[in-house]
C-alpha cells in the first residue's frame, strides 16, 4: 500500500530545517546538520535500538549508496559546519537541502510509526534566498530548477538501528518560492487564510520592508502600500556583508574558544539565554559558572547597529513626505531584538520606533515564511478541490 502526504512546506534553514506536514499546527524541527560518515562507521554506529521517540536524535540514512548523519547526531560531531564560513550556502546546488528532504520523510514515518515503506506527496513547496535569486537571468528559472529536483521518485533507506526499512518517494507536484516573499501571505492572511485586517491596516499608507535575519543572509523585500507585491527586480536586495553565523563563529574561535567547541554549540547557547538577558556558562564536567553576558551583549549591540546602517540604505529614500515601515523577522530577529530596539532608541524618539518599526515575536519570526508557504499552499489545494 502507499501512505499519501497531501502537503509538505519545508525551509531548508542554516540551522533549522522546520517542517509543515498536512497544514499540521506541530512544526518539525530538525537541526541542519548533515555528515556523510563510511560505511564501516555506520554499520556500528548505534549499540542498540533507538527508540522511536528518540529517532529524530539518532538520523542514520543511506542514500545511493553513501551514509550520512543528519541532524542532532550530525550536529554533536565536528565537521557539520562546514556550510557555515564565509562563503554562501547556495541551496540550489547543495546537497545538504536534498538530505534534509530525505530526513524529515523518515522522522515523519517513525514518529508516526507508518509502516508503509511507498510514499506519495501529492504537493512539496520549498524556497530559496533572495541572493540565489538575483544571481539568476530570471527568478522563475532558478525556482524552477529548484523545483524540479524534487519532482521524482526517490529512493533511500533507514539505517539507524531498529528502524531499518528501505523508502520511495514519489512527489506528484513540486513548487518552489521566494524566501522572504512568502512571508507576505502569513502576514496578510490568517492561518484559514481570511485577511488579516490589522496587518492591512497597519501598512495600508507605507512603504513596507520585510527584513528577514537568517543565518547566513539579510533578505529584504519592498513591498508597496497596503502590502502590495513588488513591481521589478530592484524591490528584492540582500544583505550578505554581515552574516549571523559567521559573526558566531568570529566570536567562538575569538574569547569563547575555551567555552564551545563549535558554533553551533554557541549559537544554542545564546538561543536558551538571550530571554534571560544573561549568559551564565556552566561547565559540564565541574558545575564551574561564568559569566558571559557583558562580552556577548555588546558583540551582539555593535552587530546590531552595523545591521541597521546597512537595512536603512538597502533601498533608495522616497519621496518628501512618506517613509518605509519595517517588518522583522526570521531565525535570528528574536535574539537581536533587544539590541535592535536599543540602537533604534539612540537614533529615534520611542514614537516613532513604535510606529515604523515591527518585531515579530518568538516562534512567529522564526516561522514566518514557513506559515506563508503553508497558506500558499492551502490556498493552491482549495483551488484543486474546487
Known amino acids: 500500500m502507499t501512505h499519501v502526504i497531501k502537503t509538505l512546506n519545508s525551509?531548508?534553514?542554516?540551522?533549522?530545517?522546520?517542517s509543515i506536514i498536512n497544514h499540521s499546527k506541530d512544526i518539525m524541527e530538525i537541526p541542519t546538520a548533515v555528515l556523510e560518515i563510511?560505511?564501516?562507521?555506520?554499520?556500528?554506529?548505534?549499540?542498540?535500538?533507538?527508540?522511536?521517540?528518540?529517532?529524530?536524535?539518532?538520523?542514520?540514512?543511506?542514500?545511493?549508496?553513501?551514509?550520512?548523519?543528519v541532524g542532532k547526531a550530525a550536529a554533536l560531531k565536528i565537521g557539520n559546519d562546514r556550510h557555515i564560513g564565509f562563503d554562501l550556502h547556495k541551496k540550489s546546488s547543495s546537497h545538504i537541502p536534498y538530505i534534509m528532504f530525505l530526513s524529515t520523510i523518515a522522522n515523519y514515518l517513525v514518529e508516526n510509526?507508518?509502516?508503509?515503506?511507498?510514499?506519495?506527496?501529492?504537493?512539496f513547496s520549498t524556497m530559496l534566498?533572495?541572493?540565489?535569486?538575483?544571481?539568476?537571468?530570471?527568478?522563475?528559472?532558478?525556482?524552477?530548477?529548484m523545483a524540479e529536483k524534487f519532482l521524482k521518485e526517490h529512493k533511500f533507506e533507514i539505517?539507524?538501528?531498529?528502524?531499518?526499512?528501505?523508502?520511495?518517494?514519489?512527489?506528484?507536484?513540486?513548487?518552489?518560492?521566494?524566501?522572504?516573499?512568502?512571508?507576505?501571505?502569513?502576514?496578510?492572511?490568517?492561518?484559514?487564510?481570511?485577511?488579516?485586517?490589522d496587518a492591512v491596516q497597519r501598512y495600508a499608507n507605507h512603504h513596507t520592508i520585510l527584513v528577514d535575519i537568517g543565518g547566513g543572509t539579510y533578505d529584504l523585500v519592498h513591498l508597496y502600500p497596503g502590502l502590495k507585491k513588488p513591481k521589478s527586480k530592484d524591490d528584492f536586495k540582500t544583505i550578505t556583508d554581515i552574516p549571523y553565523?559567521?559573526?558566531?563563529?568570529?566570536?567562538?574561535?575569538?574569547?569563547?574558544?575555551a567555552y564551545f567547541q563549535s558554533v553551533r554549540e554557541l549559537e544554542g547557547?545564546?538561543?536558551?539565554?538571550?530571554?534571560?538577558?544573561?549568559?551564565?556558562?556552566?561547565?559540564?564536567?565541574?558545575?564551574?559558572?561564568?559569566?558571559?553576558?557583558?562580552?556577548?551583549?555588546?558583540e551582539?549591540?555593535?552587530?546590531s547597529e552595523q545591521a541597521l546602517e546597512l537595512v536603512e540604505d538597502a533601498f533608495p529614500r522616497l519621496e518628501q513626505g512618506q517613509t518605509y515601515k519595517y517588518l522583522y523577522f526570521g531565525g535570528v530577529t528574536p535574539v537581536l531584538t533587544s539590541g535592535l530596539k536599543e540602537c533604534l532608541n539612540e537614533k529615534f524618539s520611542p514614537e516613532f520606533v513604535e510606529e515604523h518599526y515591527h518585531f515579530e515575536p518568538g516562534k512567529s519570526a522564526r516561522f514566518l515564511n514557513l506559515y506563508g508557504l503553508d497558506n500558499i499552499s492551502k490556498n493552491e489545494m482549495k483551488q484543486v478541490s474546487a
Open 38 to 69: 563510511p560505511q564501516r562507521v555506520a554499520e556500528g554506529y548505534f549499540p542498540d535500538k533507538v527508540d522511536a521517540e528518540d529517532f529524530r536524535n539518532a538520523i542514520l540514512i543511506k542514500v545511493d549508496g553513501k551514509y550520512y548523519l
Open 245 to 257: 553565523l559567521r559573526k558566531l563563529k568570529e566570536m567562538r574561535e575569538g574569547k569563547l574558544r
Open 269 to 298: 547557547f545564546i538561543v536558551r539565554n538571550y530571554q534571560k538577558g544573561k549568559f551564565e556558562w556552566i561547565n559540564g564536567k565541574t558545575g564551574e559558572k561564568e559569566d558571559l553576558t557583558e562580552y556577548i551583549k555588546a
Open 113 to 123: 510509526q507508518i509502516d508503509e515503506n511507498n510514499i506519495e506527496i501529492e504537493r
Open 300 to 303: 551582539l549591540k555593535e552587530y
Open 129 to 145: 534566498p533572495i541572493f540565489e535569486l538575483l544571481e539568476a537571468d530570471t527568478f522563475n528559472q532558478k525556482l524552477n530548477e
Open 11 to 18: 525551509d531548508f534553514g542554516n540551522s533549522i530545517t522546520a
Open 159 to 197: 539505517v539507524t538501528a531498529g528502524h531499518e526499512r528501505e523508502v520511495t518517494v514519489n512527489v506528484k507536484r513540486s513548487k518552489c518560492y521566494s524566501e522572504s516573499y512568502v512571508a507576505k501571505f502569513a502576514i496578510q492572511y490568517k492561518s484559514d487564510l481570511t485577511l488579516n485586517e
